[in-house]
């Protein structure tokens, strides 16, 4: 079993930057390729980056490539997500999730390939 925990959100005005992490409980986080995605009121949770079990593919949304960066700590337990150039479309609650494949060779954007979520950390951006 593998517990997430976000934190990092919260509201920031347009333009502006934020960092989420995601702490990961367990000794087998550095196996699990890493993800997260975002829901926002009235939208189903969609893709929003990703990152393989070793930190060396990340993939992100077309949406946000080129303005957020995912990475991770394996020593840590904990993946990232720097956002900038923040926009008020953004505003979402995020999740991260873990496939635990263990050393998948693929990673996905589909929800239904990650089996542990976090809670959740709102990001409010402010036009």
């Known amino acids: 079993q593998v517990q997430l925990v976000e934190s990092g959100g919260g509201l920031v005005q347009a333009g502006g930057s934020l960092r989420l992490s995601c702490a990961a409980s367990g000794r087998t986080f550095s196996t699990y390729n890493m993800g997260w995605f975002r829901q926002a009121p009235g939208n189903q949770r969609e893709f929003v980056a990703a990152i393989s079990w070793g930190g060396g593919r990340a993939y992100y949304t077309d949406s946000v490539r080129g303005r957020f960066t995912i990475s991770r700590d394996n020593a840590k337990n904990t993946v990232y997500l720097q956002m900038n150039s923040l926009k008020p479309e953004d505003t979402a609650v995020y999740y991260c999730?873990?496939?635990?494949?263990?050393?998948?060779?693929?990673?996905?954007?589909?929800?239904?390939?990650?089996?542990?979520w976090g809670q959740g950390t709102q990001i409010t951006v402010s036009s």
């Open positions: 999730a873990a496939d635990s494949s263990a050393y998948g060779s693929r990673v996905y954007r589909e929800t239904s390939e990650y089996e542990y």
